[in-house]
């Protein structure tokens, strides 16, 4: 009988050309899981099963703002392990079901402490199961995922005429692994991060909370190297709610926030430079946001 595991569905997304616009954007939302965090959990478990860190009966815990943890408890319960997410309360209530849903054990920390209390209490659990912590902010393996296969399928995608590409920040892996390969493709190749109003760990403002779930957690990640960015724009709460607004009628395109702050970030370059090709990603899907602000 054909078929396949829903696992052999993470990656090779499709390319969306919005509507009357030179911006073209990998449609991450398509996988399974519903987010491009499908990519570096499956990559991440996998590498560590491979060196022998991670093996049968062991605990995984991830700290995480979400849609990772979602990633994970899709890879992880569907490879028998016993899966527990750690994540900021504050979070979309469909983020915190999905988990549930689909297996995972959630630990809720406190919204004041952002992703850092998520991270300090994921490292208590892990001390106490003796079990695996993938770490998506430090470990290479996350952004090697989107080196080897995201940037490479955008490359094809596009015919290989891009100018710009701009992302979002959370663990960091998309856009060190996308930039760094587009680099080594054409060095002139523009990198742009696109960070919340007036939190941005790289612009060195202090963490705050922001209603773009997915990106700005406050610090800079580990694997992270500043040097790949060439600038840096900051996206209010109220035009990446708009854009993600504004995507779905003008684009049918039904994209969470940071996928808005993504497009917002595109077309301030487009303005500058509309004959540019700029590309980006979709992250997630709007349907775990229909308890926030999106509606």
């Known amino acids: 009988m054909k078929g396949c595991d829903v696992i052999e569905l993470i990656g090779n997304t499709p390319l969306i050309r919005l509507r009357n616009e030179n911006i073209i954007a990998k449609a991450e939302f398509l996988n399974p899981g519903g987010s491009i965090k499908d990519r570096a959990a499956l990559a991440m478990i996998e590498a560590a099963e ?9 605990k995984i815990v991830e700290p995480t703002s979400g849609n990772t943890g979602i990633g ?3 890879v992880g319960v569907a490879r028998g392990y016993e899966v527990y997410i ?14 549930k849903v689909l297996g995972g054990n959630l630990v809720l920390t406190p919204d004041s402490e952002s992703v850092a209390g998520a ?4 490292e208590e659990l ?5 079990g695996y912590m993938p770490n998506q902010f430090k470990n290479p393996t996350n952004a090697l995922a989107h080196y080897k296969h995201t ?3 955008l490359w094809e995608q596009s015919g290989h005429k891009i100018d710009v590409f701009v992302s979002g920040i959370g663990s960091g892996g998309t856009i060190q692994g996308i930039g760094s390969f587009l680099k080594e493709q054409r060095p002139d190749i523009m990198i742009v991060a696109v960070e919340p109003k007036n939190v941005s760990a790289l612009l060195g403002h202090e963490p705050g909370l922001h209603q773009i779930q997915g990106i700005g957690d406050g610090f800079i ?7 790949l960015i060439d600038r840096i724009l900051e996206v209010s709460d109220d035009d990446a709610i708009a854009t993600t607004r504004e995507l779905a009628t003008s684009n049918s395109l039904l994209c969470g926030t940071s996928s808005g702050a993504n497009i917002w970030g595109a077309r301030q370059i487009a303005v500058e430079h509309p004959e540019w090709v700029i590309a980006t990603v979709l992250p997630d899907r709007a349907e775990r946001y229909f308890s926030t602000g999106l509606l």
């Open 126 to 130: 892990v001390e106490n199961f003796h």
């Open 50 to 58: 491979r060196d022998g860190i991670l093996k049968p009966g062991m």
């Open 119 to 122: 991270i300090q209490k994921a």
């Open 151 to 153: 940037a490479p399928e």
């Open 221 to 227: 990640p580990d694997l992270l190297d500043p040097s």
């Open 72 to 74: 994970i408890t899709l």
């Open 86 to 99: 750690v994540m900021p309360e504050g979070m979309s209530e469909e983020r915190k079901n999905i988990i």
